[in-house]
């Protein structure tokens, strides 16, 4: 991993793991929080969950789902 500068960093450990398992395979997904970030992650991760569900309601056409928020 490295830096804007190009100064290599110490690779660091994910703040999470997520592993689950679909049609046969595994999937091992590592998290790493920006911590300075003024942003949840249930915030982003809504946000990619809408912006793909509506990238894959354009394709078919149709008009993408509504969705409500609940807090």
Same mark, same amino acid.
């Given at each position: 991993?490295?830096?804007?500068?190009?100064?290599?960093?110490?690779?660091?450990?994910?703040?999470?793991?997520? $592993?689950?398992?679909?049609?046969?395979?595994?999937?091992? /997904?590592?998290?790493?929080?920006?911590?300075?970030? +003024? =942003?949840?992650? @249930?915030?982003?991760?809504?946000? $990619?969950?809408?912006?793909?569900?509506?990238?894959?309601? /354009?394709?078919?056409?149709?008009?993408?789902?509504? +969705? =409500?928020?609940? @807090?």
């Amino acid at each position: 991993m490295a830096e804007q500068n190009g100064t290599p960093t110490a690779p660091r450990n994910p703040d999470s793991i997520i $592993t689950t398992q679909r049609n046969g395979q595994t999937i091992v /997904a590592e998290l790493f929080f920006n911590h300075s970030s +003024t =942003e949840t992650f @249930r915030d982003k991760l809504l946000k $990619t969950i809408l912006a793909d569900s509506s990238r894959l309601s /354009a394709s078919d056409g149709q008009e993408p789902e509504k +969705t =409500e928020i609940l @807090r």
